[in-house]
């Protein structure tokens, strides 16, 4: 690299297509060779094939005068050389395959500028058999014209397509009426086919901004009014209405700071970190703490060449470079934040997945995913509803797979940590894909995020500290052969949990398995002896025996703790705070019956809380919440212990060991410190 330092572009695949000429600025204009990339609005065009996309994108172009010199005129004389009209679409046929089979087969992405504004156009195959492109194109969009031709009305790939912007969670949306000229511009058509195309996306809980009806072969209501046939039209063109939508996102407030790290380059005594402004604004001065390490620093300077004043701030959308004032250690794929915003930082997601591949995707196998800059294998560990994306029917029965064009609401288990947001709150860090070898199989939304507490950590006393030490987990799980985690057994007194504890204790030890037991009674001897049994006492001794279990498995161990804990909002308190650490939480339930425990009571408690001896007791006279959604269920009435036992180290196991692979980038016997 030379002649100064070199920005990358936005941290997305650039697929074929992909025309940078068409982007004026790139041209010597601003932005070229000075200065953070200006930000551009990120449009997906979807519908039905046929529908127009391809007429649409050019009529843009060619409007706005994005073209490169001398394009134009060379699509013109080509259809006269082959004696044929002249076609918008003609534009965009830059693929031999595109020309044979008179279809977009790949998502090409183009720029374009107006009256001072920067726009991307992501154009998406329409056709049931590249559907995938479609969903790696609207991944990246911010927003969405969905193309309806008048003639036709709304089709399958319409309606699929309007699920699939839902499911992306690309809630800005304007309805293109297209091919008003083959229904003789009449207004009747146009109602009736926005009462449809509203109806159905409200259904989707999508409001489109605007439908607007056009005819992109003619140019009517694309950039100009007319007056002669669409004179009753009175809202805007499409291109006001991008307009319009650009000058909201504008005034729109900031979300908080999200700098997702592309690389990291070294020039004689800096470092400097590239990457891209997912969200927020970043200055000089800041504070910035980097994910999933979260080691902090100082921005020290934002990096430029060509410009006369130094950079003071950057804000969203744009891909930017900075120097730290304390060199730590930042790679591709962490991401920044401010210390009173910070991101979610956990194994495991709630999402909202559409899938695409011929090959189900199954509980348990393996994909990865792929958020930002981040690329971690993850599986597919719960599935909680799974709805037919053609028939839009729930299905009732209990899943074990998601097919193809299903939608499905499922917890993904990350092998390392993922730092993401919910979609609502940042949605480029809200939205991933999945890959499964070369392809993508599908893609998703993060539908729920339990955020951590400021990391200007909020404690009693103004002169305390957090102190971090120098070893990452992944340092330690690279040493140790194995991460920590917390393998959390609830269920009635008389279950079985401090049996199964013992025995899962003994097997992972003969496995070369750091481990130890938490048992509840074990702590009311020392840390909670001056707790008693109210349910306020019961709450913070589950929070006591939660942070005891996170410390451990923060050091590098398996902890497997057995206690009661008969309320899931303290379960989840727990799980949640293990997630915030990046810490894998396993709850498993020890499902046994009421009479099955009391058979088992070895100290008769039972016994006293049926006669009034004891108060309070879990089961009799107070009670137990069983899990909703537990990682695991053990039933131990009805199965051996070493069934039971088998069961769960196989579980364990699943969870907790390193591949070879990850035993390498973990950094090896020493790890990264």
Known sequence: MSGGI??????????????????????????????????????????????????????????????????????????????????????????????????????????????????????????????????????????????????????????????????????????????????????????????????????????????????????????????KNLGWWKGPTLLEALMIGRAKKTADSEGPLRFSVQDVYRFDERRVVAGKLESGRIRVGDPV?????????????????????????????RCVAVTLEEQIFVERGHVGSLPEHPPVESREVRARIFWLDSEPLRLQSPVQLRL??????????????????????????????????????????????????????????????????????GGGIITSAEYPASLARAVTGEHLTWTEGRVSQEARAGHFGHEGAIIWLTGLS????????????????????????????????????????????????IRRAGEVAKVMAESGLVVISSLISPFRKDREAVRNSCHAAGLSFSEVYIDAPMEACEKRDPRGLYRKARNGEIRGFTGIDSPYETPEHPDMILHTAKESVEDSVGRLLHHVLALVQLKEEDRESAGGPGGQI
């Open 289 to 317: 703490v980097f994910f999933p390490d979260r080691k902090t620093s100082r921005v020290k300077t934002i990096e430029a060449w060509g410009e006369e004043k130094a950079i003071l701030e950057v804000g969203e959308g």
């Open 6 to 227: 070199q920005i990358p572009p936005a941290p997305h695949p650039v697929p074929a297509g992909y025309e940078p000429a068409f982007f004026p600025e790139r041209q010597g204009g601003a932005g070229a060779a000075g200065g953070p990339e200006e930000p551009r609005t990120r449009i997906v065009v979807v519908g039905h094939v046929d529908h127009g996309k391809s007429t649409l994108i050019g009529r843009l172009l060619a409007d706005t005068g994005s073209l490169p010199e001398g394009k134009l005129e060379a699509a013109e004389k080509a259809s006269r050389e082959e004696g044929m009209p002249f076609e918008y679409a003609f534009l965009l046929d830059a693929l031999l395959e595109e020309q044979a089979q008179n279809i977009t087969i790949d998502t090409t992405r183009i720029g374009f500028r107006h009256e001072g504004q920067s726009f991307e156009i992501i154009d998406a195959p329409g056709h049931r058999e590249f559907i995938k492109n479609m969903v790696t194109g609207a991944a990246a969009a911010e927003e969405a014209i969905l193309l309806i031709d008048a003639k036709e009305g709304c089709r399958e790939q319409t309606r699929r397509h309007g699920l699939l912007l839902s499911l992306l969670g690309v809630s800005q949306v304007i309805v293109a009426v297209n091919k008003m000229d083959l229904v003789d511009w009449e207004e009747a058509r146009y109602r009736q086919l926005e009462r449809e195309i509203r109806e159905y996306l409200g259904g989707l809980k999508i409001s489109p901004r605007e439908v607007i009806p056009i005819s992109a072969r003619e140019g009517a209501t694309v950039m100009r009014r007319d007056s």
């Open 494 to 541: 008389g279950s079985g949990k401090s049996t199964i504890a013992v025995a899962l204790e003994s097997l992972l030890f003969r496995r070369g398995i750091g481990c130890t037991i938490l048992d509840g009674d074990n702590l009311r001897h020392g840390l909670c002896a001056d707790l008693g049994f109210s349910l306020e006492d019961r709450a913070e001794n």
């Open 372 to 441: 930002g800059t981040q690329s971690v294998e993850a599986r597919l560990v719960a599935i909680d509803r799974v709805v037919d994306a053609e028939k839009l029917e729930a299905a009732s029965e209990a899943r074990e797979e998601v097919g193809r064009f299903e939608v499905a609401e499922v917890r993904l288990r990350c092998r390392r940590p993922l730092v993401y947001d919910a979609h609502d709150v940042v949605a480029a860090t809200g939205r991933f894909a999945l890959q499964r070898g070369p392809r993508i199989g």
